[in-house]
C-alpha cells in the first residue's frame, strides 16, 4: 500500500535516471517534485540541471542547487580523516562520505518547502540507498522515503530511454557513452561495470581520468609541505587554504605523480562482494601526512587505541550510519586526540608514491 505524499524533494544530477523520476513521481504520487542538486566538486557544470528541471515542468522556486564544496570537505572529509580512516585496508570512502551531506541537505529543504517525501535515485543492489536512507532518518524521520529503483520496472538503460521518449523527455546524449558507472566528487572519482565486472581483468589506462599512470608522472619528484593545526591540513608550502582549494589543490599534484589509484573488491553491506576502481589522490596524500604529524605529537596508547577504533568508525560510514550515535560518540573520541596535532609535514611526491621526507612540531613529544 503506497504511502501518499503531498511533496517529494528529489536528489537530483540531470542524468538519466534522475531526469526520468520527476515525471514517475508525479504520474505514480500525484505530487509535486522539488529537485536539489549538490554541487560537490564533482567537475561537471551543476547549472544545467536548473534547465533540464525546468524542461521537466518543476516550478523555479521548487529547484534547489547548492554549492556544498567548503561543508563537504570541512564538516566531513577533514573530520573522517582525523581519524586515518579506511575501509578494508585501502577504500578512503570518497563516495560514503558525500551521502550524508545530501541527505542532510535534503531534509532542510524538505523543511523549508513544506515537503513530506525525500527520493533518490540509488538502485536497489548498492550501497548508496541505505547510506541516503539512513541519512534522511537521521535528520527527519517522518519523511516518507521513495526509492523508485526499489518499485518500477525501468530495470535497464534501454527501458529508460524508452519512457524518456514516450513522455517527450529530452536526454541529451554526450558523445561515446563511457562503459563505466562513475561518481565524483572532491574527494575522488569511481568506476564499476564494464570490464571490471571481471575481477581478474585489468582496467585499460584510458579509464582513468584524474591522474597520469605512475609511469607517465613526471621524473622529478616534487616536495611539498603541509602544514596542520589540531589535525585538519590548514596551510600549503607555507599557504592558508580553504579546506576544499585545500583538497582540490592536492587533487592536482596527486594526479599529476600519478597517486591514488586503487583497484579493490570491496564487502558491500546490502551482502555482495563489488569490484570498484578509484582515484583519491589528494586524500591519499593527506592520510600519509596525517600519520606523520600524529607520528610526533599523539601520545602512544591514544595513538594506538585510535588504530583499534578506525576500523569500526570506517564500516559505520561505508554502511551508512554517519548520522549515528555511536559515529558521534567515536568521532567525539578521536578528535579529542587532535589539541596538539599540529605542525608541518614535508613530503616527497614520485611516480605513485608520497613518501614522508620530514615532520616537525612545536607539540612534538619525540625527544633526540
Not at 47 to 53: I, L, M, S, T
Request: net charge negative; glycine share 8%.
Amino acid at each position: 500500500m503506497r504511502k501518499e505524499v503531498k511533496k517529494v524533494v528529489l536528489a537530483y544530477s540531470g542524468g538519466l535516471d534522475t531526469s526520468v523520476i520527476p515525471k514517475w513521481l508525479q504520474d505514480e504520487y500525484q505530487c509535486e517534485v522539488v529537485t536539489f542538486t549538490a554541487d560537490l566538486g564533482q567537475g561537471e557544470e551543476v547549472e544545467p540541471a536548473r534547465v533540464k528541471a525546468l524542461e521537466l515542468g518543476i516550478k523555479p522556486e521548487n529547484i534547489f542547487i547548492d554549492d556544498l564544496r567548503e561543508e563537504f570537505v570541512k564538516d566531513y572529509v577533514f573530520p573522517m580523516f582525523r581519524a586515518n580512516t579506511i575501509y578494508e585496508g585501502e577504500y578512503l570512502l570518497g563516495t560514503s562520505i558525500a551521502r550524508p551531506l545530501i541527505a542532510k541537505r535534503q531534509a532542510e529543504i524538505a523543511r523549508i518547502t513544506g515537503a513530506d517525501g525525500v527520493s533518490h535515485g540509488a538502485t536497489g543492489k548498492g550501497n548508496d540507498q541505505v547510506r541516503f536512507e539512513m541519512g534522511y532518518l537521521g535528520q527527519d524521520a517522518t519523511l516518507t522515503i521513495i526509492a523508485p529503483w526499489r518499485e518500477w520496472d525501468l530495470n535497464s538503460r534501454e527501458k529508460l530511454l524508452a519512457y524518456a521518449a514516450e513522455h517527450g523527455i529530452k536526454i541529451e546524449k554526450k558523445g561515446k557513452k563511457s562503459p563505466y558507472s562513475m561518481d565524483a566528487n572532491l574527494l575522488h572519482i569511481s568506476y564499476e561495470g564494464g570490464i571490471l565486472e571481471d575481477p581478474n581483468a585489468e582496467p585499460e589506462e584510458s579509464m582513468w581520468l584524474w591522474s597520469n599512470s605512475p609511469e607517465n608522472a613526471p621524473d622529478e619528484p616534487e616536495y611539498i609541505e603541509i602544514g596542520y593545526q589540531n589535525g585538519d591540513p590548514i596551510t600549503l608550502n607555507g599557504e592558508e587554504l580553504s579546506p576544499a582549494t585545500m583538497l582540490k589543490t592536492l587533487n592536482e599534484l596527486g594526479g599529476k605523480h600519478g597517486i591514488g589509484r586503487i583497484d579493490i573488491v570491496e564487502n558491500r553491506f546490502v551482502g555482495m562482494k563489488a569490484r570498484g576502481c578509484y582515484e583519491t589522490p589528494g586524500g591519499t596524500i593527506m592520510l600519509k601526512a596525517h600519520r606523520a604529524i600524529e607520528s610526533i605529537t599523539l601520545d602512544r596508547e591514544a595513538a594506538h587505541l585510535k588504530d583499534e577504533m578506525m576500523p569500526r568508525y570506517a564500516k559505520l560510514i561505508y554502511n551508512g550510519f554517519w548520522f549515528s550515535p555511536e559515529r558521534e560518540m567515536l568521532q567525539a573520541a578521536i578528535d579529542s586526540t587532535q589539541t596538539y596535532v599540529n605542525g608541518t609535514v614535508r613530503l616527497k611526491l614520485y611516480k605513485g608514491n608520497v613518501i614522508v621526507v620530514g615532520r616537525k612540531s612545536d607539540d612534538s613529544l619525540f625527544s633526540a
